[in-house]
């Protein structure tokens, strides 16, 4: 069984910073990328950031220079993070941690709350 727990979400101010974090684990295969998206009210789900296994970090327009990710593989856990900083109202949404196998399999989180809010 494949779980994926978010955490780190909620309600910041505009200009502030959070971190999100989405811990993988079970019987995930061989990981060729993990990444965000995020879906805000009335749109439809949007990738904000990916990394894939080796390789360099993408990133959504709105999400460069503000937005980062990254990795961390532990015996038992894969973890995903996005550090997110100068937050701003039109970031607020449910934000999904992804992680795509080498076997073309796509595990997706629970999603997570991000509030930007004055």
């Known amino acids: 069984q494949v779980q994926l727990v978010e955490s780190g979400g909620g309600l910041v101010q505009p200009g502030g910073s959070l971190r999100l974090s989405c811990a993988a684990s079970g019987h995930i295969g061989s990981v060729s990328a993990m990444g965000w998206y995020r879906q805000r009210p009335g749109d439809q789900r949007e990738l904000v950031a990916s990394?894939?296994?080796?390789?360099?970090?993408?990133?959504a327009a709105s999400a460069k220079g503000r937005f980062t990710i990254s990795t961390e593989y532990t015996m038992t856990t894969t973890t995903v993070y996005l550090q997110m900083s100068s937050l701003k109202f039109e970031d607020t949404a449910v934000y999904f941690c992804t992680v795509d196998t080498r076997g073309a399999r796509k595990y997706w989180g629970q999603g997570i709350q991000v509030t930007v809010s004055s």
């Open positions: 990394l894939p296994t080796g390789g360099l970090p993408n990133y």
